[in-house]
């Protein structure tokens, strides 16, 4: 049996004022594998990895990487280790080129291997032409995809990227995940955090589901979106304002208690989503008490969707994931 | 083991520099005080020079008298505000990035300790050139202008632990750019602009303990008379004193940041 490459066993992590960040986490990652976090802000995803990558002490608990301790073995996890934080961190007044170097370096990569690795992680990130300009000048997608060949100058055994797509164009996204893509079909383990579903869909085995530092849910995007079962059911409705609106939420939820296909009902600005078992059944019956006399609540526009990791978010969470993030806490000194 | 250590400070060394001099505000904030006071005092004193206590220090010029404390004002301008690029690394994640690599912590301190001798050591060079320019000589020649550079950046690398030290404890850069001016009257006290004959006896008393002083007497000869060895060993051990103590707290506070 192959040992996993990340091992985690009841990671707890409390800050100092007593923000339980991360509340007693175990996974484990195989050789290969690509898992994803996905959590809304302030789950525990950032402090989660700044532990894996032995820059925060963690509270109680044991975590392993590659076999070796973060606590008592951290310069053998860190030669093993590639690392993006959420927010790219660079030296501005070096250039792109220079920037690679340096990290290659302090991993002890080799003269000619170096200067090979570099020109070959420049190209890849199709980073050539602006090589020799200071990465201080860089737009926010050279810089996150220069900090990204950083991570993988060394070639390393495990990958951890936290949210390695944030503040990037569609298509960069796409060619982004096509690359690391590759990268894990070349064997390096990879661990990711994301807000993004669609990222974790396309591009995880595994996805995690992580709330208030706890994991809530894990399975592969096709389980997960398995264990839902039912349809998700869009329902828009004609409304003369939010408040408006707000009261066709417990209109609906009136007409429809005791409908027995019915999982969930989720308000949202433009009308209400439904979770309900075999929709196409369903409908005929749904429309049919909504339509009931005395009621004025009128359906302008109807969707049936499959499960999407979205509606697994929601069922675990209670809640839709927000989009914006921050990952360095601000130090106020005096 | 040790040779890691070396090989890891020479290269956050050579980033550290080339961060430094890539920024011409940077060079040029440095040499434009001391310019500036060594250009305006020389011509405003210029007659200060008759009084009988300059007589002694052997300058036959105001501004031969006010070159060499102006190029220990210089390696003093170079590291004032020098504890505040680790301290935006630090918050900028940059130094996690270095810690995150199989590297010795205190490399990266190093790292960006080590270079200040090359800053100061160039900056105070730049002034000691201009200052000839000016009409100032330098009796013991190119060695003595080598010996001038050494002294000067030995002292700035000590005396940058006065930025260190406050950076990275407040982890703040206005706090380390104010602390910063508490340094500034032990410059102007220092015999930068008059000799100790001229001044109070209490100031007579500080300068025989300021390290500034002991930095431009040991220069003032090698500029208008010749090698004087007491007064640069004198030097030497006020600035290995100073150096041990700050950068001993410079080294403690950078561990209590990055435990
Ligand atoms: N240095 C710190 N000191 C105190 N509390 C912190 C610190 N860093 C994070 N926290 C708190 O810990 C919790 C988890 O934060 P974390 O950054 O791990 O979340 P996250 O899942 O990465 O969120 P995001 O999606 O916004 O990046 C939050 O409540 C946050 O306020
Ligand atoms: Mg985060």
Redesign the pocket.
């Known amino acids: 049996m192959i040992s996993p490459i990340i091992e985690v066993e009841n990671l707890v992590k409390v800050?100092?004022?007593g923000?339980r960040?991360?509340d007693g986490i175990s996974f484990n990652v195989e050789p290969g594998e690509l898992l994803g976090f996905l959590?809304?802000?302030?789950?525990?995803?950032?402090?989660?990895i700044r532990i894996l990558a032995t820059l925060l002490a963690a509270t109680s608990g044991t975590a392993r990487v590659a076999g070796f301790d973060v606590t008592t073995q951290a310069a053998d996890v860190r030669r093993r280790l590639g690392l993006a934080m959420?927010t790219p961190t660079l030296d501005a007044f070096a250039t792109g080129r220079e920037n690679i170097e340096l990290i290659g370096r302090m991993h002890r990569v080799g003269r000619a291997e170096l200067k090979r690795r570099t020109d070959e992680l420049l190209e890849l990130m199709g980073l050539t032409d602006v090589a020799r300009k200071l990465a201080g000048t860089y737009s926010g997608g050279m810089r996150r995809r220069l900090d990204l060949a950083c991570a993988l100058v060394h070639r390393p055994r495990v990958l951890i990227l936290?949210?390695p797509t944030e503040g990037l164009d569609p298509q960069s996204r796409i060619a982004l995940w096509e690359e690391l893509e590759r990268i894990s079909r070349d064997g390096t383990t990879m661990l990711l955090?994301t807000?993004y579903m669609e990222e974790a869909d396309r591009l995880c085995n595994r996805v995690a589901i992580?709330d208030n530092?706890r994991i809530v849910v894990d399975g592969t995007p096709a389980n997960l979106k398995a264990g839902i079962g039912a349809d998700s059911v869009t329902l828009q409705l004609e409304a003369s304002g939010s408040e408006d609106m707000a009261r066709l939420h417990e209109e609906v939820r009136g007409l429809l208690a005791g409908f027995e296909s019915l999982e969930s009902v989720t308000p949202e600005p433009f009308g209400v989503r439904l979770a309900i078992r075999d929709a196409g059944r369903a409908i005929p019956e749904l429309m049919r008490r909504l339509d009931r006399n005395g009621h004025d609540v009128h359906v302008i526009g109807l969707a049936v969707g499959r499960p999407s990791l979205d509606d697994v978010f929601v069922k675990y969470t209670g809640r839709r994931i927000r989009t914006?993030?921050?990952?360095q806490?601000l130090i106020l000194g005096w | 083991m040790i040779g890691d250590f070396f090989y890891e400070a020479w290269y956050l060394s050579l980033r550290t520099l080339r961060r430094f001099f890539r920024v011409p505000a940077n060079w040029i904030g440095i040499i434009f005080f001391p310019l500036i006071q060594l250009f305006v005092f020389s011509q405003l004193f210029k007659d200060i020079i008759q009084l009988p206590g300059f007589r002694s220090s052997g300058s036959g010029s105001y501004l031969a008298y006010l070159a060499p404390g102006q190029i220990a004002f210089t390696a003093f301008f170079a590291v004032a505000w020098s504890g505040s690029a680790i301290l935006v690394e630090y918050r900028n994640g940059y130094m996690d990035k270095l810690r995150a690599t199989p590297i010795f912590r205190v490399s990266i301190l190093v790292g960006e300790l080590a270079p200040l001798f090359i800053e100061s050591a160039i900056m105070a060079g730049g002034i000691l050139l201009l200052s000839v320019l000016l009409g100032a000589t330098i009796k013991t020649g190119l060695i003595g202008a080598a010996l001038i550079l050494v002294l000067s950046g030995l002292f700035g690398m000590a005396w940058a632990g006065t930025s260190f030290v406050p950076a990275l404890l407040t982890k703040s850069e206005q706090a380390t750019g104010t602390l910063s001016l508490v340094f500034f009257p032990i410059a102007f006290m220092s015999t930068a602009f008059v000799p100790p004959a001229l001044m109070p006896g209490w100031l007579q008393t500080v300068n025989s303990w300021n390290p500034i002083t002991f930095l431009i007497e040991a220069i003032r000869p090698l500029m208008v008379s010749g090698y004087d060895w007491a007064a640069i060993g004198k030097a030497l051990i006020a600035i290995a004193v100073l150096g041990l103590v700050l950068q001993s707290a410079t080294l403690w506070a950078f561990r209590r940041l990055t435990a």
Do not use: L
Request: proline share 11%.
């Open positions: 800050y100092p004022g923000t960040a991360v959590g809304p802000n302030g789950a525990g995803k950032t402090t989660t959420q936290d949210e955090t807000h992580i530092g914006e993030a921050a990952d806490p």
